[in-house]
């Protein structure tokens, strides 16, 4: 069922569009063993490098060079948007009764930004970055039916102009019904998604892959320019946004006075794209923690294929 996105009835009594409220995702888990650092001393907010504040590089698109330790991925993204607040800060989580010599701490992505919250903006400044390369007029994807992903895409999509299309999964039972206000579908619906609701077991049957083909066939035959993000944001395009990422922890890091290894990253997982970059950014750099997750998505093996996947296409 296709759902339109013309609320003007409604719009009037919505927040103004830059004035929603967050919803904010779990934020990502570092583990520090302390081996005999005398010098790993709690760290005080103050201490994390500061995000830029906002300027006029915001949703600009720049020429994207990697990490030297990555220079040897290919395809290497050729631009990226400036869609987040990065970096996000770090800081320590003083939890009671850790083991001894065990610290753990935070990286903030929670704080990437508002409407573009979490994890997703990461992807989606290299996602859209190429949408827009390629001249595309309306961005496709797909995800649950309060998928943080397909949020944040609608959100980017408004912000670059670009119409976005998205296909949510949900119950039997709600799939001919209007889809309402609620959660993520209020700012989806408010900045001017187009929403088509699919049933859980139609999903199963066709799949994520040919449900958004047949989207993006139906809008090429209409004269439109579609582009395809997959579940999640997670392919190998999506899959920099955390290569970068551990770049960017990696600078943390070096300007701190007193040196903090992290051993382990605690990670929730979904997709793959984001333990994918992660992965890979931790094996290729300098910081060679082990990268540890938590799935409430996916069966294991089907994630296992979906990292390998994403690690054949960087041709590493």
């Not at 063993?33 to 300027?55: G, I, R, V, Y």
């Not at 698109?61 to 050729?78: G, V």
């Not at 992807?123 to 994807?141: P, R």
């Not at 300007?255 to 992660?278: E, M, P, Q």
């Amino acid at each position: 069922m296709l759902w339109s996105a013309n609320l003007s009835s409604i719009r009037s009594s919505l927040p103004p569009f830059n004035h929603f409220v967050s919803v904010f995702r779990q934020p990502k888990i570092y583990c520090s063993h302390s081996h005999a650092h005398a010098h790993a001393h709690a760290m005080e907010t103050n201490d994390t490098p500061k995000a830029k504040p906002l300027s006029f590089d915001f949703l600009s698109k720049k020429p994207y060079s990697p990490p030297c330790w990555a220079s040897h991925l290919k395809p290497i993204p050729s631009h990226v948007f400036s869609l987040g607040h990065l970096p996000t800060p770090i800081h320590k989580w003083n939890l009671p009764n850790l083991p001894q010599n065990t610290e753990v701490w935070l990286k903030r992505d929670d704080l990437s930004g508002m409407q573009l919250s979490g994890n997703k903006v990461r992807k989606l400044e290299f996602l859209m970055a190429e949408a827009v390369e390629q001249g595309a007029d309306c961005i496709i994807t797909i995800g649950g039916i309060q998928s943080n992903h397909c949020r944040a895409t609608a959100v980017a999509a408004k912000y670059l102009n670009l119409d976005s299309y998205l296909i949510l999964r949900t119950s039997k039972l709600l799939v001919d019904e209007d889809p309402g206000l609620t959660g993520n579908l209020l700012v989806e619906r408010f900045v001017g998604a187009h929403i088509q609701l699919i049933s859980k077991e139609e999903y199963a049957k066709i799949g994520s892959a040919a449900l958004t083909n047949v989207l993006k066939e139906k809008l090429l035959k209409e004269g439109r320019r579609p582009y395809v993000i997959p579940v999640g944001g997670s392919n190998s395009l999506g899959t920099w946004g955390y290569i970068e990422a551990m770049r960017e922890i990696e600078q943390q890091l070096q300007i701190r006075t007193n040196r903090v290894k992290f051993d382990d990253i605690v990670v929730a997982c979904g997709s793959g794209g984001t333990i994918a970059g992660l992965s890979l950014g931790s094996w290729l750099g300098a910081l060679k923690a082990k990268v540890c997750i938590l799935i409430y998505i996916l069966t294991l093996t089907f994630l296992h294929k979906q990292i390998d996947l994403y690690d054949v296409l960087l041709e590493i």
